[in-house]
């Protein structure tokens, strides 16, 4: 399985940005459709945004359609969610997530990095 470490989480006002990366190392990055999820306190995980293994195609949660952004970078091993315009119910801690090729599920899970919109 790919190992994945989130970064770039943390407080921001309402209205501001942030940019999430996750690093990707273990298996060949390329290989793997990915994906942002987010989970709030007593709310069920959502599937934010994933993107295919080329970037060629992106999925956006209507929640954050308009404001996120997910990107990819091979050559880096590097997957981002640019956010912007962010609002208090974009609080929540956000994990990526990997898909294989040919795979059903996400099958291989960061730890998450903690994202704060205080209003």
């Known amino acids: 399985q790919v190992q994945l470490v989130e970064s770039g989480g943390g407080l921001v006002q309402a209205g501001g940005s942030l940019r999430l990366s996750c690093a990707a190392s273990?298996?060949?990055?390329?290989?793997?459709?990915m994906g942002w999820f987010r989970q709030a306190p007593g709310k069920e995980r959502e599937r934010v945004a994933v993107?295919?293994?080329?970037?060629?195609?992106?999925y956006y949660a209507d929640s954050v359609k308009g404001r996120f952004t997910i990107s990819r970078d091979n050559a880096k091993n590097t997957l981002y969610l640019q956010m912007n315009s962010l609002k208090p119910e974009d609080t929540a801690v956000y994990y990526c997530?990997?898909?294989?090729?040919?795979?059903?599920?996400?099958?291989?899970w960061g730890q998450g990095t903690q994202v704060t919109v205080s209003s």
């Open positions: 273990g298996r060949t990055f390329s290989n793997y459709a």
């Open positions: 993107i295919s293994w080329r970037g060629g195609s992106t």
């Open positions: 997530a990997a898909r294989g090729q040919g795979a059903l599920e996400f099958g291989s």
